[in-house]
């Protein structure tokens, strides 16, 4: 009895399905009826008209426009993203640039703090290889005296050695060049301002300065405070004249002649109130014996200043007053 209706539920679905298979073609039938007839009534269309050569060089040339349209775009992008990159670098090289800012000046801080200090040792290193370079000298001498060799011996009129105080005229001898060192022309100047140097020392132990140049020459000075029980006591501790060119002064030829600048000079120092100081370089050694011989015959008593190579003329209240002969 289950089995028939089981048949009998599959007869049923196999005629639903044959009912709608049925409709289907039925409505596609009249669907290609009806297309047929759109189709008899529509117009025919017009032949496509042939495009002419302007036009198609025109749409050739808006073509190209749009390509070059596009390249420029693309660089543009390009352009504001290198833009980008480069606002993030110079932002980093200003922080960079920032830090370095900071650094140097706290460098330059210590450097201050340490300027004195370091000048203090240079200029005593510089007064200790003086003593050192004027050893020296006087050993190559005397052993260039032990030398067996023919010599002329010249009479100078003050054999004896004395202490220059009076009027000092001082001479540097470099390169085979003669200047006249105007020193008392700086010391002058270093005088009408040494009140306000010392006004500017503020806390400060030391001050380092710089004055001229007058006649080819600086002169840089060192001011140092002591503080005593009454207060405090500024003294003037060291002072060094630098030439502002190794060219200063004439060739010791030419100065000897007749008219020379050094000539002129001499003539306003006298014989009878003046010494003349020759600051001399290992490399004018036989144009000192020279310039001293001139000097000799002329009436002046000479005193030698033999310096080392680098080390320029200089003064402190530690130092020897001149010997002239």
């Given at each position: 009895m289950a089995r028939r209706q089981a048949s009998d539920q599959e007869a049923v679905g196999a005629d639903s399905f044959l009912d709608v298979i049925t409709n289907i073609v039925g409505i596609l039938i009249i669907l290609v009826m009806v297309v047929g007839e759109r189709a008899k009534l529509a117009p025919v269309p017009a032949q496509a008209a042939v495009p002419s050569p302007e036009f198609v060089q025109a749409r050739h040339e808006a073509q190209s426009l749009e390509r070059d349209l596009q390249e420029i775009q693309g660089q543009m992008l390009g352009v504001q993203q290198e833009i980008q990159v480069?606002?993030?670098?110079?932002?980093?090289?200003?922080?960079l640039t920032t830090a370095v800012e900071q650094e140097l000046a706290k460098q330059q801080q210590t450097l201050g703090e340490t300027k004195g200090a370091q000048y203090a040792i240079d200029r005593d290193l510089a007064l200790a290889e003086d003593a050192l370079a004027k050893a020296n000298t006087e050993r190559e001498m005397v052993e260039k005296a032990m030398t067996p060799q023919i010599v002329q011996i010249t009479s100078y009129p003050t054999p004896?050695?004395?202490?220059?105080?009076?009027?000092?005229?001082h001479l540097q001898l470099k390169g085979g060049r003669l200047a006249v060192l105007p020193m008392d022309l700086l010391i002058a100047r270093l005088r009408s301002i040494l009140r306000s140097a010392v006004g500017r020392m503020g806390n400060s132990n030391e001050l380092v300065d710089m004055i001229g140049p007058i006649e080819g020459f600086r002169m840089r000075y060192v001011v140092s405070r002591r503080d005593v029980a009454q207060g405090s006591v500024f003294?003037?501790?060291?002072?060094?004249?630098?030439?502002?060119?190794?060219?200063?002064?004439e060739p010791v030829d030419d100065a000897l002649?007749?008219?020379?600048?050094?000539?002129?000079?001499?003539?306003r120092m006298s014989p009878d109130t003046y010494t003349i100081t020759i600051w001399t370089y290992p490399d004018s050694f036989a144009e000192y014996a020279r310039l001293k011989k001139e000097l000799y015959e002329l009436g002046y008593a000479v005193a030698a200043r033999p310096l080392p190579h680098g080390m320029a003329i200089g003064a402190s209240p530690k130092g020897s007053k001149s010997t002239a002969q």
């Open positions: 480069r606002a993030i670098e110079r932002s980093q090289l200003q922080t004896l050695g004395k202490t220059v105080d009076d009027n000092e005229a003294e003037l501790s060291f002072v060094e004249f630098l030439p502002t060119s190794s060219q200063l002064g002649r007749e008219g020379s600048e050094f000539r002129a000079a001499l003539a």
